[in-house]
C-alpha cells in the first residue's frame, strides 16, 4: 500500500483500509482495528479500493497477491524452504505487483530474513546521510560499502535506520 507514495498519504490509505475490510475490538474503552485476512482482501473489487483512494494498478495487485495466498501460490512455508535469499527473492518477484524493494521487505518483516536489504530504500538512504552527517545522500555503492560490516544482520541494522529518523 505504501510503495511509491509518502509515508502520510500511506498511513491514510491503511487506515482507510483497515477500517472498511478489518474488524474492530474493544479493549479497555479504546477500539483497535484488524487488518483483515488475506481471503478476505481476495474478495474484494478493484473499484472498491478506487474509492478509498487506491489507483487502479495498486488496487489489482493487493488483490492479486492476496488471491495468490488463498490459491496457495504465495506461502510463507514454501517460501522458507528456497534454498537462499535470492531464490526467495525470485520467487517474490515473480508475483506481479512485488518488485526488488517489496520482495526485501517481506523477507524482513514477514520471513524474518536477517540479510534481506531494500539498498535502494529512501529511507535508508536518508538516515544514513544524517547519521554520518553527509552533505548528500550516499550512492548504492557507497551503502552496499558500508554496509559490508553489516553481513547477516542487514535488516537490522535497516530497521534502526529507520528509526533514527523518528528520533530528534
Excluded at 7 to 15: E, I, N, Q, R, S
Excluded at 53 to 71: H, L, S, V
Amino acid at each position: 500500500m505504501g510503495q511509491q507514495i509518502n509515508l502520510t498519504f500511506a498511513y491514510t490509505l491503511k487506515k482507510r483500509f483497515v477500517e472498511q475490510y478489518g474488524e474492530s475490538i474493544r479493549f479497555e474503552g479504546e477500539k483497535f482495528w484488524l487488518f483483515p485476512s488475506f481471503e478476505k482482501i481476495a474478495s474484494i473489487h478493484a473499484d472498491d479500493l478506487r474509492k478509498l483512494q487506491f489507483t487502479n494498478r495498486k488496487a489489482e495487485y493487493i488483490i492479486g497477491i492476496a488471491q495468490a495466498m488463498t490459491d496457495g501460490e504465495l506461502d510463507k512455508e514454501l517460501l522458507l524452504l528456497k534454498n537462499n535469499y535470492q531464490q526467495i527473492k525470485k520467487s517474490l518477484m515473480m508475483i506481479r505487483g512485488i518488485g526488488a524493494w517489496t520482495a526485501d521487505y517481506v523477507m524482513m518483516k514477514c520471513l524474518h530474513i536477517p540479510s534481506s536489504f531494500p539498498v535502494t530504500d529512501v529511507g535508508l538512504h536518508n538516515a544514513l546521510k544524517k547519521l554520518l552527517d553527509l552533505e548528500r545522500k550516499p550512492t548504492i555503492e557507497e551503502i552496499k560499502m558500508y554496509a559490508a560490516d553489516w553481513e547477516g544482520w542487514q535488516a537490522y541494522t535497516t530497521f534502526y535506520l529507520w528509526r533514527s529518523l523518528y528520533d530528534n
